[in-house]
């Protein structure tokens, strides 16, 4: 037995999410936590239209909200920032780095909110409360006196507003770097790399609209009853509508199964609505063989009725490489597509058949697919399946990537990337009178690089948890120590805080639900989601604590003192008025010129999108992009499995907000591993055994995570899953996407040992 988790229990997986037991998961720990009048404030005012948007996913609001638009994970959130227990200043004193060490996620999350400012003096176990002046003086010191502003990486959590985004990218460059890796590095990544260059732009392509207008959704590597639960009555829109939803996922999940609709009398006292028609359990890694098998039907298809199939006046019109793909995929081998897949043949002819039928088809994915070796490739095949039929810019189509933090998109619209066009910095040039540096930055994994090396000296963080989120944790956090500096935005304690270099600095910050005033007025923010909607965020309850900073002050207070007057920047009239910031955004953003104005609307505004708007593809050949892509199934040898890392249901990225997955039938634990129990036998091990998971990869030592139970599991025969982030410490950080350098969390070849 595990001494961390005495208590494990397993039960039977769930076959229907949300219902009456979501309200109560997501009540009953707000009110307990929040009391009664701060839980009817917050759940009242948020993903409202006047209200603040909710930090748990980027998932989009519909046009017509109802009064509570929010979804058990999301009040969670909510319940885990608006807490009214802070870390105490005896807290600091109290608690060594060496003690702290050993406490995981959860209880670190657990103490409360950061309040005030502290540092770890280099040398010293303990951090100390520290002046607001002199944590931004010490910072200020450290870069100030670094050889190369080059020597510095800037890290941002896609929880980080729009505002706060574009001060803390130009705050960056005014310092003389581009060395701003972001959690998209190790997410959506391969997203924005394939379709950009395939449709000319990294962004979903439909509005939440368009699930409804359906005639058939295929969601793949997703979990939507856990990762982003307001997206299954987007589904069951669908559903209702007549349309039909495909699944491909190594694993059954509830939320794909049934889903019973809180909010409507047949998801409480009925059966719900069944979403997925069917699921086709791919084994871990076989997406690229299954899009490929299906095109190559769709293409055959035509050839046996040419003319009824293809959609040939939009391929003519604004698209190239049909000719290539047909070539390329004449000679696909199916043989080795039933082998990457784990599929039959008939399940592939199915699906193509269902896409050929359907007038209107929408792919959605998420990690599943972005966080494989040949990613990106296997999201260009999902493109050229959607163009052959013509299945982009046009209502119920297209391509929905969905991202998880709140704001992700937003921050690289507003600049937080190492790799920023010519044409955004010039514009950031022009209109604060300064010229960026133009030299490509640091990715996430190559600050870990850099960190290794010693070329990265002082690493800022604006929010999130680094150390806890990225591949190889053990690499990881010998590669942190070795920083000069490292410096924390938060709210709460997480890894990242006690993993630091030789000196650290914590700044205390407001979160998304406290209201935000600056110069005697509130403020407000906004994000962009999913579907490229941009609206305002307004905070709804006092801030935790008198001495806390918004992030915007934080990062102003900090370029003043690393900056002083250089550049000529006025940071101050930004940090008094937001509004400052959106006219300066106004003037270097496409799609935000009246910035100030249209956030102010109602409904916010949507930036444009070529593909979605206009069938317009900005693209290097100005047309949209049928790739041509090689397969390379992943290789199982004989007496391993390959592994997924995934989040448990109290979960929201490396944020543990429980103990239990309940839709997976785990309660008051995380250390198991998702078995299948065909598997189990050809292995020699059963239900229950206890186990060391090993990863293996060539040329590399093997990486360990200790003493799991064995769950017997209906994953894809072949395949197994471990719950992130302490599973990060099986992945190479050399093993990621190709083109994306997204880490491959969701193919690793481990063995089990009994313990």
């Known amino acids: ?22 309200v109560l998961h997501s009540m009953g720990p707000a009110l307990r936590e929040l009391g009664p009048k701060r839980t009817a404030l917050l759940t009242t005012a948020m993903n409202q239209k006047d209200g603040f948007d909710c930090m748990s996913c980027a998932w989009p609001d519909p046009s017509h909200r109802s ?52 540092h770890k003096p280099a040398g010293s176990d303990h951090y100390v409360p520290i002046s607001w002046a002199d944590a931004f003086a010490v910072v200020a010191d450290r870069l100030n006196a670094l050889d190369s502003p080059d020597r510095a990486s800037f890290y941002t959590s896609g929880r980080t507003a729009n505002e706060t985004a574009f001060l803390y990218q130009l705050f960056v460059r005014a310092f003389g770097t581009n060395n701003l890796p972001d959690c998209s590095n190790m997410c959506h990544e391969s997203t924005g790399t394939a379709m950009g260059e395939t449709l000319g732009i990294g962004k979903s392509t439909i509005q939440y609209d368009d699930f409804g207008q359906a005639d058939l959704i295929i969601v793949m590597g997703q979990n939507p009853g856990t990762n982003h ?136 994915w998420a990690m599943g697919i972005t966080q494989h070796r040949k990613a990106v490739d296997t999201i260009k095949e999902m493109v050229n399946l959607l163009l052959l039929r013509g299945n982009i ?36 040039g022009a209109e604060f009178g300064f010229d960026p540096p133009r030299e490509h930055g640091f990715d996430a994994i190559a600050t870990l690089e850099g960190l290794q090396r010693g070329d990265i000296e002082v690493f800022v963080a604006m929010g999130g948890n680094f150390v806890g989120a990225i591949s190889d944790t053990n690499a990881v956090e010998a590669a942190m120590r070795g920083a000069k500096l490292t410096v924390q935005v938060s709210t709460k304690l997480n890894r990242s805080h006690v993993v630091t270099g030789e000196e650290a600095i914590i700044l205390p910050t407001l979160g998304r639900t406290e209201i935000d005033v600056q110069n005697g007025v509130a403020q407000f923010l906004s994000v962009e989601d999913s579907v490229c909607a941009v609206h305002a965020t307004h905070g709804r309850i006092p801030p935790v604590a008198p001495n806390l900073l918004s992030e915007v002050a ?29 006219t300066r955004v106004s003037r270097v953003v496409p799609g935000f010129e009246s910035f100030n104005a249209a956030v102010r609307l109602e409904e916010g505004f949507v930036l444009p999108n070529g593909p979605r708007d206009s069938r317009t593809f900005h693209t290097a050949t100005g047309k949209a992009r049928i790739t041509v892509n090689d397969l390379e199934p992943l290789e199982r040898p004989a007496g391993r499995l390959i592994l997924q890392t995934l989040r448990s249901h109290d979960q929201f990225n490396t944020t543990i907000y429980g103990l239990d997955d309940r839709y997976r039938g785990i309660k008051k634990g995380r250390d198991v591993v998702f078995v299948n129990p065909d598997d189990l036998v050809e292995l020699g091990l059963t239900d229950g055994q206890r186990v060391d998971v090993i990863s293996e990869w060539p040329g590399e030592a093997d990486r360990t995570l200790a003493d799991l139970r064995i769950v017997s599991y209906p994953t894809a025969k072949g395949c197994a899953a471990a719950y992130y982030p302490e599973a990060n410490v099986l992945v ?14 969701k193919a690793v070849i481990v063995r089990l040992e009994p313990r």
Not at 86 to 101: C, D, H, K
Not at 319 to 345: F, M, N, Q, Y
């Open 67 to 118: 009064p509570l638009e929010f979804c058990e994970n999301g009040l969670k959130a909510v319940t885990w920032e608006a807490t009214p227990i802070t870390v105490p200043t005896s807290f600091w004193a109290e608690n060594s780095l060496t003690s702290l060490n050993d406490k995981d996620e959860y209880w670190l999350g657990q103490q409360g909110r950061l309040t005030e400012p502290v």
């Open 554 to 582: 934080i990062i102003g207070r900090l370029a003043q003192a690393v900056l002083g007057d250089r550049h000529g920047i006025d940071w101050q009239e930004m940090m008094d008025d937001y509004d400052v910031i959106r």
């Open 229 to 364: 639960p307001r997206m299954l009555t987007a589904l069951e829109e669908c559903k209702r509508g007549g349309g039909a939803i495909v699944a491909v996922n190594p694993l059954p999940e509830a939320g794909l199964k049934r889903y019973k609709n809180p909010q409507k009398a047949r998801g409480v006292v009925g059966r719900g609505t069944d979403i997925a028609n069917e699921l086709l359990q791919i084994r871990s890694g076989g997406d690229m063989a299954l899009l490929q098998a299906v095109c190559k039907r769709v293409l055959d298809a035509e050839d046996a009725a040419p003319g009824t199939v293809l959609d040939h006046d939009f391929l003519t019109k604004h698209t190239d490489g049909l000719a290539e793909l047909r070539e390329h995929l004449r000679d696909l081998d199916e043989a080795a597509v039933l082998v990457a897949t784990g599929l039959s043949v008939e399940q592939i002819d199915h699906l193509a058949a269902r896409y050929i039928a359907a007038d209107r088809v929408i792919i959605t």
């Open 732 to 745: 190479s950080m050399s093993s990621n996407a190709i083109g994306s350098n997204t880490p491959v969390s």
């Open 1 to 22: 037995m595990n001494e961390e988790y005495p208590d494990l229990e397993v039960k039977d997986p769930e076959t229907s999410a949300v219902g009456l037991p979501a």
């Open 393 to 428: 810019g046009r209502p119920g189509a297209g391509a929905s990537p969905i991202r998880g933090h709140s704001n992700v998109q937003g921050d690289r619209t507003m600049g937080i990337w190492e790799q920023m066009s010519d044409s955004f910095l010039d514009a950031v």
